[in-house]
């Protein structure tokens, strides 16, 4: 079974930088597109950035020029390096996995406080 594990998360205050993982196991992780969403309570998941297989980034207009999204196939891991956190940024984060069916990892807070 497809696992997709989060780490990262936890409190940072406005301005600060927090840097979330997502380790995929028993996946053929290379074709896989990945993205990370985020989720506050009533509200729907939102993407908030994507990297495809080939590498191709996308990002949500809320986060373009603040987060960065990477991937690294030898190790199965997908990254969200998330600079300049704002109050509005606190949300559970979930890393997505999506080839013909789609994974979701089981999330982790972030929360920016002072």
């Known amino acids: 079974q497809v696992q997709l594990v989060e780490s990262g998360g936890g409190l940072a205050q406005p301005g600060g930088s927090l840097r979330l993982s997502c380790s995929a196991s028993?996946?053929?992780?290379?074709?896989?597109?990945m993205g990370w969403y985020r989720q506050t309570p009533g509200k729907q998941r939102e993407l908030v950035a994507a990297?495809?297989?080939?590498?191709?980034?996308n990002y949500a207009d809320f986060v373009k020029g603040r987060f960065t999204i990477s991937r690294d196939n030898f190790n199965n891991t997908v990254t969200l390096q998330m600079r300049s956190l704002k109050p509005e940024d606190t949300a559970d984060y979930f890393c997505r996995a999506d080839f013909r069916s789609i994974y979701w990892g089981q999330g982790t807070q972030v929360t920016v406080s002072s």
């Open positions: 990297i495809s297989t080939g590498g191709s980034t």
């Open positions: 028993r996946i053929s992780f290379t074709l896989y597109n």
